[in-house]
Nanobody, 119 residues
Framework: QVQLEESGGGSVKSGGWLKLSCGVSGNIPYICEMAWYRQPPGKAREWVSS????????RYTDSVRGRFTISQDGAKKTLYLQMDNLKTEDTAAYYCAAKKCGMVAFTYWGQGTQVTVSS
């Protein structure tokens, strides 16, 4: 089992920044990929970014590429999402997710942290 807990959400003005954190505990070697998802108000949850645990390859959805940076600490116990130049459309609940090795889907999810960007 793996437990995930997000923190760092809040309210900022457009153009501002926030850094989200996700604490990872449990069977960490079991996990091959970590990701951030978000769910805007009234919309479906969407993938934002992911990072592979073996080679730290990162991927981003087009709308955040160049503004957001995903990273993790050396022990793979904390996942980060640095969000710069925030836009109102980035307003959403942000979720940390973990994928077990050999699986297609992300199996473990955090409770989410709210990010609100105002103009």
């Amino acid at each position: 089992q793996v437990q995930l807990e997000e923190s760092g959400g809040g309210s900022v003005k457009s153009g501002g920044w926030l850094k989200l954190s996700c604490g990872v505990s449990g069977n960490i070697p079991y996990i091959c990929e970590m990701a951030w998802y978000r769910q805007p108000p009234g919309k479906a949850r969407e993938w934002v970014s992911s990072i592979r645990n073996d080679d730290e390859t990162t991927r981003y959805t087009d709308s955040v590429r160049g503004r957001f940076t995903i990273s993790q600490d050396g022990a793979k116990k904390t996942l980060y999402l640095q969000m710069d130049n925030l836009k109102t459309e980035d307003t959403a609940a942000y979720y940390c997710a973990a994928k077990k090795c050999g699986m297609v889907a992300f199996t473990y999810w955090g409770q989410g942290t709210q990010v609100t960007v105002s103009s």
